[in-house]
């Protein structure tokens, strides 16, 4: 995980631990907002029950060593299906369990976050007098983790808004969505997916902008930039480290993505990023749902 990252969480303090029993070779991490969704998860809450002090003081405890957890308050521990736990301190109206089927028709659960949204927000429009156009980071939030026994994906996001942008009909955000994933035990990492798309219920349009990378990659392991267009201005994004294949889907619907990390089976880290850009209507909020997944075998 980067350093910016753990800068992310210092001033966020915010967690997402989802563990489950289910194999990874599933439905978690399909595309969002493709199926009945759940936004009620209070029933689910475990927190003050001694099974859910256990989980919390055991998460905490393994985020504080990896350097990316900063305050355990707040956690909080949702069982939404048997064996499978949500462990989070984020808002629960960030956070909903979709219902999926899997690649053999069974019924799946995966979470789902929301970035944040904020329909009532406007700008006066128009460039001022006072400086150039420049970006602003409305929403950030790392991590979250899904992991069961076979492996697990870290995912973190930040949103931009530009400002100053001298456009009188829309306004321009980007999304960056990176992760880092790893097999564990005898299993191995076969792939590892983020996607995004705008959030599920919203009336805002989304009209494409930009979207990086802009093509499928295949590397061995080289340091790569992520830039996009948004406005009249370029945003860059952090450096990742690019290895094997990046195979990227770039959706007709505005807003939609995903990248999926794959080429071969591995049992150390690999890391999956992208960045897109949109503008909206003037006025209104880029909001989007995000997931994510990983395969794993037992054969390498």
Known sequence: MSKTTKAVCVFLSMMLLWVGIASYASAAGS??????SESDISKYDITNTPRGTSIVQKTVADWTEMGLLCDGG???????????FLITSVRP???????VKGKKGQSEVQPVVSTSSSDSFST???????GAPYPVIVDQWCPYRIENSTGWIDHCYRVSKVYDDGDSIYDHFTLEHWATAKSKGAYYLKNARIYCAKKAGSTTTFYWTDWSP???????????SL???SGPISISGDIYQACETWDITKYAEAGKFKNEWKGSKKNTDREVAYMV???VPQGK????DLTAGITTSLAP
Do not use: H
């Open 31 to 36: 595309p969002p907002g493709s199926a009945v």
């Open 74 to 84: 707040g956690v909080r521990v949702y069982e939404f299906s048997p064996g499978s």
């Open 93 to 99: 109206s960030q956070i909903r369990f979709e219902y």
């Open 124 to 130: 006066a429009g128009g460039a001022s007098v006072m």
């Open 214 to 224: 802009r093509s499928d990659l295949n590397l061995s392991c080289q340091s790569i």
């Open 227 to 229: 830039t996009v267009t």
């Open 277 to 279: 850009s949109v503008k």
């Open 285 to 288: 909020w880029a909001s989007w």
